[in-house]
């Protein structure tokens, strides 16, 4: 049986805060702007990766 790849369909906050080289109060501050579709998993915060890297493709 071949193995199922998942292809990453979140971000968590500390990839956000990695990618936009900022720290970890911005990049909250960023999640309830509103900016990107943000999931909440009980206590956790997944930011959904195609509206997070359509917003940050448009930043550039």
Do not use: H
């Amino acid at each position: 049986m071949k193995p199922v790849i998942c292809e990453k369909k979140t971000y968590t906050v500390a990839e956000i805060m990695e990618i936009l080289g900022i720290g970890r109060t911005a990049a909250y501050d960023l999640t309830k702007k509103g900016l990107f579709k943000v999931i909440r998993v009980g206590k956790l915060l997944r930011i959904n990766k195609e509206s997070f890297d359509q917003w940050f493709d448009s930043q550039q």
